[in-house]
């Protein structure tokens, strides 16, 4: 199993930045990670992912704002948020998958990290 704790919200104003990291602990393997938001009456959408390998891919509204990045020795991955907009405001959460031999693939979630930008 593989447990996931975000941190790094927080209030900022717009044209602002925020980092966010995510943790993860226990002896479950993983693949790939991700980071998703959901926004008051929306719903969850994804905004990056990143493999094992380091490729990543973002939501095209957060392409050139927003960076993914992970430390696989650490088990960590990261959003770098610049530029920041009033709709970027939502729960930010973290995702990872991985394989349990025998029961296959899982993902995981964390408990999600509040961002509000506003002046």
């Known amino acids: 199993q593989v447990q996931l704790v975000e941190s790094g919200g927080g209030l900022v104003q717009p044209g602002g930045s925020l980092r966010l990291s995510c943790a993860a602990s226990g002896s479950g393997s993983i693949n790939d990670m991700a980071w998703y938001r959901q926004a008051p009456g929306k719903g969850r959408e994804l905004v990056a992912t990143?493999?094992?390998?380091?490729?990543?891919n973002y939501r095209d509204s957060m392409k050139g704002r927003f960076t993914i990045s992970r430390d696989n020795a650490q088990k960590t991955v990261s959003l770098q948020m610049n530029s920041l907009r009033p709709e970027d405001t939502a729960v930010y959460y973290c995702?990872?998958?991985?394989?349990?031999?025998?029961?296959?693939?899982?993902?995981?979630w964390g408990q999600g990290t509040q961002v509000t930008v506003s002046s």
């Open positions: 990143i493999t094992r390998a380091g490729t990543a």
């Open positions: 995702n990872a998958n991985g394989i349990i031999p025998g029961y296959g693939l899982q993902y995981y």
